[in-house]
């Protein structure tokens, strides 16, 4: 299994993963029979939310090309999801009138999908960035057609990062394309 294929079902793991947190979470906080506090449910989700940004960061961390904007676009997108999590609780108050811990619970769900989604629009390579990545290997490198990992000196036609396998017909156009690409610039 590539490096690659693994971070994927690591990532698709995180929703059994968050929802097998929050059940064990809810029998620990939550007491026997009677209505949830705020209060628990704060707690339920400030430690949900510590549990999944912790296992999204330490997936992404190393793929991740950190730069300033990607530091503050990651804070930012942490504030949006936070303040989405509010207008939907809010939202549910008014039109359904539910009590507060119950409006917390389903307005507190929000903040995690648009944090995760947020974090991969946020974190993705631009094509500025690849083209640079790719344009610092130099001219003579083979790299991978699909996800330009460096190549150069497999003694296969298979990319170890994507699993992709090529011909050398294949690496010989992508390599003859890059450099037109790279003389134009
Ligand atoms: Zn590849």
């Known amino acids: 299994m590539t490096k690659l294929v693994a971070r994927l079902i690591l990532a698709m793991l995180i929703l059994p993963v968050s929802g097998?947190?929050?059940?064990?979470l809810v029998f620990v906080i939550f007491p026997m029979g009677g209505p949830p506090a705020?209060?628990?449910?704060?707690?339920?989700?400030?430690?949900?939310y510590s549990i999944i940004a912790a296992y999204w960061i330490l997936l992404w961390r190393s793929t991740v090309r950190w730069?300033?904007?990607?530091?503050?676009?990651?804070?930012?997108?942490?504030?949006?999801?936070?303040?989405v999590g509010m207008v939907g609780a809010t939202t549910v108050f008014e039109m359904?009138?539910?009590?507060?811990?119950?409006?917390?619970?389903?307005?507190?769900?929000l903040v995690p999908i648009i944090w995760v989604l947020g974090t991969?629009?946020?974190w993705?390579?631009?094509a500025q960035e690849r083209f640079e990545r790719l344009n610092s290997?130099?001219?003579?490198?083979?790299?991978?057609?699909?996800?330009?990992?460096?190549?150069?000196g497999l003694k296969e036609a298979?990319?170890?990062?994507?699993?992709?396998?090529f011909t050398v017909d294949e690496l010989f156009t992508a390599q003859s394309e890059r450099q037109q690409e790279l003389e134009q610039s």
């Open 20 to 24: 097998a947190v929050f059940v064990f």
């Open 38 to 48: 705020l209060s628990q449910i704060l707690a339920l989700w400030l430690i949900e």
């Open 67 to 83: 730069n300033r904007g990607r530091i503050v676009g990651t804070l930012l997108v942490t504030l949006a999801a936070l303040l």
């Open 96 to 109: 359904a009138l539910a009590p507060i811990p119950i409006v917390a619970l389903i307005g507190g769900a």
């Open 120 to 122: 991969v629009l946020v």
């Open 124 to 126: 993705k390579e631009s």
């Open 137 to 152: 290997y130099g001219t003579d490198a083979v790299c991978c057609p699909i996800c330009g990992y460096n190549m150069t």
């Open 158 to 165: 298979r990319c170890p990062e994507c699993g992709n396998t």
